[in-house]
T-cell receptor, first 114, second 114 residues
Framework: AQSVAQPEDQVNVAEGNPLTVKCTYSVSGNPYLFWYVQYPNRGLQFLLKYITGDNLVKGSYGFEAEFNKSQTSFHLKKPSALVSDSALYFCAVRRHNYGQNFVFGPGTRLSVLP | NAGVTQTPKFQVLKTGQSMTLQCAQDMNHEYMSWYRQDPGMGLRLIHYSVGAGITDQGEVPNGYNVSRSTTEDFPLRLLSAAPSQTSVYFC?????????????FGQGTRLTVV
């Protein structure tokens, strides 16, 4: 069965500093990994995905993610955090079953402090 | 382009009442899904559909029904509301392009059952 872990409930970072939101996964076969962001009272917005190829994936709003197959990780990163990046971040993997829907991690709340 | 539209945004129900959460998408996506979001648990799959006339159960289907009579609409019915169904509900849609495609989410319906 597929699963996704986000080991940190909350990440605090100062504006201008680099940020990392961690994600590890468990899936048989090739993983199809995604990051979504949820701003307050909004739906989920797609940030980026890893399908195959380069281990460093670039996405929206200056975010990027590093795929590491040996560590089964897909950490989200940004070189310089903005206060407006404060939101709830979800890591997800596409399933093999259930119509190829997603398994989501529990989410990590990012707070960027001015 | 409206994307995925959910109505209502907020709803309070009494235990035992029934209601329908509406979801419509204008992107001609084949795949549609319903998730519920609970604190610390990420999003969990309730029901999904891979095309008009085809629906199937997800991880947590009990107490919910769905139908898909058109490509655009995928309503979720609560048969007899229970306090355990207090949650935020998200509808999502995607192309039938395989596990590498991202999904688009509505803004959610916050449901409280008292």
């Amino acid at each position: 069965a597929q699963s996704v872990a986000q080991p940190e409930d909350q990440v605090n970072v100062a504006e201008g500093n680099p940020l990392t939101v961690k994600c590890t996964y468990s899936v048989s076969g090739n993983p199809y990994l995604f990051w979504y962001v949820q701003y307050p009272n909004r739906g989920l917005q797609f940030l980026l995905k890893y399908i195959t190829g380069d281990n460093l994936v670039k996405g929206s709003y200056g975010f990027e993610a590093e795929f590491n197959k040996s560590q089964t990780s897909f950490h989200l990163k940004k070189p310089s955090a903005l206060v407006s990046d404060s939101a709830l971040y979800f890591c997800a993997v596409r399933r093999h079953n259930y119509g190829q829907n997603f398994v989501f991690g529990p989410g990590t709340r990012l707070s960027v402090l001015p | 382009n409206a994307g995925v539209t959910q109505t209502p945004k907020f709803q309070v129900l009494k235990t035992g009442q029934s209601m329908t959460l509406q979801c419509a998408q204008d992107m001609n996506h084949e795949y549609m899904s319903w998730y519920r979001q609970d604190p610390g648990m990420g999003l969990r799959l309730i029901h999904y559909s891979v095309g008009a006339g085809i629906t199937d159960q997800g991880e947590v289907p009990n107490g919910y029904n769905v139908s898909r009579s058109t490509t655009e609409d995928f309503p979720l019915r609560l048969l007899s509301a229970a306090p355990s169904q207090t949650s935020v509900y998200f509808c999502a849609s995607s192309y039938r392009g395989g596990r590498h495609t991202e999904a688009f989410f509505g803004q959610g319906t916050r449901l409280t059952v008292v």
